[in-house]
């Protein structure tokens, strides 16, 4: 009988949360977050996956209005994921995370 390791709990973590990525329920917001989560779950730790895995419980709308920047981030997910999520949008798949001082909250330049 084999023991299951914290290796392979990850990896079924990150399993999981791709397949989650990819099948969300709106085509536009499964492509965004799948192609991100393609892109990044691999390299992610044990705390980004837990954010990550809360900030899918929000609804496609929501998702859709903080990472286009219509509606602020609410504080409750403006982590370092998130972060690496809108700025994946604005630059398309831009590897880096924002620099420090920069939030999830996009800014309306005129």
Known sequence: MSQI???DNISTKRKRLIFRSWHRGTREIDVLLGKFADMHIPKFDAKQLADYDRFLINSDPDI???????EPV???EDNNVVALLINFFKCGKEDSPPT?????KRKISQ
Request: glycine letters at 16%.
């Open 5 to 7: 390791t914290p290796e």
């Open 64 to 70: 859709f209005n903080w990472i286009t920047g219509i």
């Open 74 to 76: 609410p504080p409750s």
């Open 100 to 104: 420090s001082g920069e939030s999830g």
